[in-house]
């Protein structure tokens, strides 16, 4: 596997913003002006340790504070760092914006409070992308581990996949960690099929990679819940949700997801899969 790295991984300096990325990250904000200034500290320590070229997209999603003023200051002094500016529709259309605007080979998505702390990236690796197409953070998958998260947030959780298992899929144990990584070819063939703007967009993505065979691995994590972190409404929120799986099962059931081109990319050629180090 080291001599399949060698292929692709190259001595670069991850400040130049006029290199091609080898990784896309993309943090969907909304109004997160508290909490971009440690986030955005802590990727660039990790950025900055890494022998590919990553860039780093904040999303704006129609914030009504200081997010975009404060990603504007950050990037005189940070040039991979980029702004995107969308209206608010969402965390599902901020991420479709992301891709969309993406340059990197791969796509990597965070929340904005790194609940999966950034290092943890080291999990997707290269042998993980010689097996998938899809690689999402799972706090469910064996190996994986919560901190600090109440029992009402675990209880929605759990009956959140209970209801994707029921109208959708089963197989995939926790659909909604905020942290995924693709293949560029693959996210931008599920963003342009995806019609869910909300927070159920991940399992829209699920939907249609499996319909179309795009292969989809869960990689454990460390995930951290704090208080203050959570832009859920947990009543809102919720139902607002289920809303949108009924849509897609609808959408899923009447063929909406059927025509949409396949990548050349797939797991079957992992030589460019990304290696990311602690």
Avoid at 23 to 32: D, H, Q, W
Wanted: glycine content about 6%; aromatic content about 8%; hydrophobic content about 45%.
């Amino acid at each position: 596997m080291q001599e399949q790295h060698a292929t692709w991984l190259e001595s670069m300096s991850t400040d130049d913003a006029s290199v091609t990325p080898t990784v896309s990250l993309i943090l969907p904000a909304f109004n997160e002006e508290q909490r971009l200034p440690k986030t955005l500290a802590s990727v660039k320590r990790f950025v900055e340790q890494q022998r590919i070229a990553i860039e780093v997209m904040v999303v704006n999603d129609g914030s009504t504070d200081q997010t975009a003023k404060l990603v504007r200051a950050a990037m005189e002094r940070w040039p991979v760092l980029r702004l995107v500016d969308a209206p608010h529709r969402g965390k599902g259309g901020a991420v479709r914006a992301g891709v969309l605007a993406a340059r990197g080979q791969f796509v990597a998505i965070a929340d904005a409070d790194l609940s999966m702390p950034i290092e943890q990236f080291s999990r997707f690796n290269a042998q993980v992308f010689s097996r998938c197409d899809v690689a999402i953070g799972s706090r469910e998958a064996p190996g994986s581990h919560r901190y600090h998260e109440p029992f009402y947030r675990h209880l929605m959780g759990r009956f959140f996949n209970l209801l994707v298992q029921m109208l959708l899929f089963s197989g995939i144990k926790d659909t909604q960690c905020g942290f995924k990584v693709l293949r560029r070819s693959v996210a931008l063939e599920l963003c342009r099929a995806q019609t869910i703007d909300g927070w159920a967009f991940d399992v829209e993505w699920l939907v249609i990679a499996r319909l179309h065979g795009y292969a989809v691995e869960e990689v454990p994590i460390d995930w951290y819940h704090e208080a203050r972190s959570s832009q859920i409404h947990p009543v809102r929120d919720s139902l607002a949700m289920t809303r949108e799986l009924l849509k897609i099962r609808q959408h899923a059931r009447g063929g909406q997801y059927d025509a949409i081109a396949h990548p050349e990319a797939s797991a079957s050629n992992p030589a460019a899969a990304p290696e990311i180090h602690r």
